[in-house]
């Protein structure tokens, strides 16, 4: 019994001193993940739903379609534009022509002991996220029930794992 114990309180005291270097790096797994898996879904997860990102403008102020030509014929669209072809099956917030994924690459996060900050280097990023003026927010960064979820997940599967070898 008293072996039993010896070894409890070494395990105890093996996961005290480990758990707390994996915690950041947990955070900053899962929250890196989190931010590239809200451009895949093209929304943000709020842990109940997708919150959907809106649409791409296709209308001008004359609400005249901007992705196609204009017929003279009555009842007939006309075919795409340049910029219908470049817009058509592409997702947001994605460039065209210069890869695509620059801002959804950016992202970066610097920990410490105690903290995890997520941060990018693209100036336009805030804009999106929250929105500015005429930019619809479209946000990819933001507190999520989802995200805390996946942590706590994540670190009690390590803590299982730990205890269980």
Known sequence: MDKSLKELQKLLNKAMRDIPDKVPKIIEVEGLAFIKKNFRDQGFNTGSRVVKWE??????????????????????????????????????LVGHKTGGNKLINSFRARRTKHIVRFYTYKSYAEF??????????????????????????KLTRTLDNRFNR
């Open 128 to 153: 999106h996220n929250e929105g500015a003026g005429h930019l619809p927010a479209r946000p990819f960064m933001k507190p999520s029930r989802y995200l805390n979820n996946k942590i706590a997940n």
């Open 55 to 92: 649409a791409r403008k296709t209308v001008d102020s004359n609400r005249r379609d901007i992705t196609r030509y204009r017929t003279n014929r009555r009842g007939r669209r006309g075919s795409l534009n340049k910029y219908g072809r470049q817009i058509e099956g592409r997702a947001l």
